[in-house]
């Protein structure tokens, strides 16, 4: 898992992202569409179309790290509305662990999401 300090920033492109992009593609759309500077050491968090597939892009101190996380079952949601302010959000930390542990934002109540057989 992901950890991160109480200073850390974190960056949502609420807009569908092409997810054959690495860290040169990830690194511009940071510039283009975030405006924001990499090295500060926020996270910037992409979805694909189908929110089956997250990136989050952010420095490590001497080097750009990618975490990669694919869903067998189920989507990523955003929080409600993440379309109508503006293309890219800010969250909060417990959000955005929330929103990769399948926890439906509105109930707080976790949704479908694939099981290993036992």
Request: proline share 3%.
């Amino acid at each position: 898992m992901l950890s991160t300090s109480s200073n850390t920033r974190i960056f949502v492109h609420a807009l569908p992202t092409d997810m054959r992009k690495s860290f040169d593609g990830l690194y511009a759309m940071v510039v283009h569409s975030f405006g924001k500077d990499i090295y500060q050491g926020d996270y910037f968090v992409f979805l694909n179309r189908a929110r089956d597939r997250c990136k989050i892009l952010f420095w490590d101190r001497d080097g750009l790290v990618v975490w990669a996380k694919r869903l067998e079952r189920g989507r990523f949601q955003l929080p409600n509305g993440a379309l109508d302010q503006s293309p890219t959000i800010e969250v909060d930390t417990t959000t955005l662990a929330m929103i990769l542990g399948g926890v439906d934002l509105e109930t707080g109540r976790r949704r479908k999401r694939y099981q290993r057989p036992s």
